[in-house]
């Protein structure tokens, strides 16, 4: 089910949600909206469930004008960040509930549910109220729930945002195994660049209800089409600079930048902390800078750094290996040499 | 600083005798106000002993009267049920103008009094008033009729149900509602389904308050009611027309009927308070 979303356009009062947003997921694939709140990127979400509905533009299920569908025609799978569990029925009535209300004989729910059951690795809680679940679980079985009737594609609002930080991880990679065994075409919200990263086939990364950029994570990530999607995506350095054509100035030092400004003008420079290369001894055009604090972070070391001829701290990330190496103390004299710096037209 | 005791105190946790005596005092309030005249109650309608008790609550008039306040409870309650969980829906789910308006309407009856609650369905309805001629034109009797009881009754007791409904559902949001019409249920499934059960317990608690209410109430009924013994004489009805004509044994007597209604419904809300915290 390929889905198609076309110039859609939602206002809440004087708050723009989404403004004119176009968007086509491919039949199959698992897609992750990311942004920060306020985004729209629920707005979206909902509006594909038909929770919402759009003031301009139309949404489209394999070239099916979604405008006439209400919510309980379109046949989706949603799940919702806190579960939304039927609190009075028991794991297998929650997952039951879509083929009750289409009146499915007994038999049938009883098979689908079991087997439900056992894709998500829940079998034998079937008689459990949601109360005695864990968040984890919960989650389960609401996407168990959500799949019950086979939805033409499964939407996912922020679903492991009120999980710990384990837990998380685990379901992150279950899910992703779910969707590479069943193929269902899958939207999902996160603000959470990890995850949407690990999980998604494709990343659209949005932005006060525009879409900023589509592409890859490793496309989004190596080649952020503007400062947003650069700032948004991981830490980044950013630099103000004075820019003119191929160079910016930042502070003393003058850098090499692909930019085709005819007019100098005032602007900013992006140094991912990956970019920052750290020596001891100084070569040519390296800049002084002093080491303020070390923290050992998961694959290395995070380095803050003050650097007077920038005019501006900055961090640097190096791995393990480099960083014993360079055995840096606070207070150290280091010198930097920026691998990459980057420069967009437009100032945020 | 010194200590002075060996075992520490919360600090919440008030000294001996200041506790002694805020109980004593509750217990002290309670006993004069509540549980004396109770008392005096059941003493006064078993005064000419069990069967003098048997035979006033067995009276053709008093049945009448028990007969008739069944009957209004059992019009007015389920109309303030369908009342209440409308407006409730209504007040919890939706921003529209008007909504201030409506939850402050909703406590009219509460701060009103009921007699002139009856005042005016008698200016509306009687003889003299504004829809009383045409309606007796057609045949149709409002007040000093079961019609006017009625609709005073419905009228003192309609917040209960939709006050008791209006924080919880706010508070329990419609996310499960929403999840239910996305998994294809029909507004009515929706309802009966995933609502009604969500609700069921604050509506039940409301519909023994909105009940106890409407059996006991007496101004507004007395209002419109005119009082015609045996005809529409309610069973507070029936006490006050009785003690009027110094059967004090049979008014306490037809009264323990009340009290017993009153103390049935305060079991029947502690039950249902406690299955409502075990639900949730």
Redesign the interface.
Known sequence: MTITVKGITKRFGTFTALNNVSLEVPSGELVALLGPSGSGKTSLLRIL???EQPDQGTAFFDGTDLGEQ???Q?????V?Q?Y??????DVFENVA??L???KRPDAEVRARVTELLQLVQLEGLGRRMPSQLSGGQRQRIALA??L??RPRVLLLDEPFGALDAQVRAELRSWLRRLHDEIHLTTVFVTHDQDEAFEVADRVVVMNHGRVEQVGSPAEVFEHPANDFVMRFLGHVNVLDAQLSQGSARVGDVVLDVIHDATSPHRGRVYVRPHEVEIGRAHTVGAIAARVTRVTPLGGGLKIDLTAPALGSNLRADVDWERGSQLALRDGDEVFLSLRRARVFEQAA | MILERAIPRAATTEPLWVRRIVIGFGLVFVGLFVVVPLGTVVIAALSHGISAYGRAISDPQALRALKLTLLVAVIAVPFNVVFGVAAAWAIARFKFRGRALLITLIDLPLAVSPVIAGLVFVLLFGAHGVLGPWLSAHGVKVIFALPGIVLATTFVTFPFVARELIPLMEAQGHEEEEAALVLGASPWQMFTRVTLPKIKWGLLYGVVLCTARAMGEFGAVSVVSGNIRGRTSTLPLHVEILYNEYEYQAAFAVASLLVIIGIASLIARRVIARRRKEAT
């Open positions: 469930s038909g929770l209400s919510a309980r379109r046949n989706v799978g949603l919702f806190h939304a569990l039927f609190r009075h029925l509930f879509a009750r209300v289409r729930r959500a019950a009737a």
